[in-house]
């Protein structure tokens, strides 16, 4: 079983800078894709980021690519969304989860995804 904790939300002004962590608590973190989704009120939850197991390989939403950059520490079994120039189109809750052994091509498919934390608000003031 596999339990995931967000942290690093909060209120912040357009244009600046957050980072998030998900801690996992599970065996075997360095096998799972990792992944943050969020949700805005009153929209369905959409793709932000995703790392494959070997960290090497990164997937990003069109909407937030070039700003937010996902990284992962296999040693700390946690995985990260540094979020910059922030926009209040990005106030949400986010999501990490996880699956094992997700293949890039189903990263950005959320009921592909096996985890999930409880969620952490952003929310980016104008």
């Known amino acids: 079983q596999v339990q995931l904790v967000e942290s690093g939300g909060g209120l912040v002004q357009a244009g600046g800078s957050l980072r998030l962590s998900c801690a996992s608590s599970?065996?075997?973190?360095?096998?799972?894709?990792m992944a943050w989704f969020r949700q805005a009120p009153g929209k369905e939850r959409e793709f932000v980021a995703a790392?494959?197991?070997?960290?090497?390989?990164?997937f990003y939403a069109d909407s937030v690519n070039g700003r937010f950059t996902i990284s992962r520490d296999n040693a700390k079994n946690t995985v990260y969304l540094q979020m910059n120039s922030l926009e209040s189109d990005d106030t949400a809750v986010y999501y990490c989860a996880a699956d094992q052994y997700l293949s890039a091509y189903a990263a950005q498919r959320s009921y592909e995804y096996d985890y999930w934390g409880q969620g952490t608000q952003v929310t980016v003031s104008s």
């Open positions: 790392i494959g197991w070997t960290g090497t390989n990164t």
């Open positions: 599970g065996r075997a973190f360095s096998s799972y894709t």
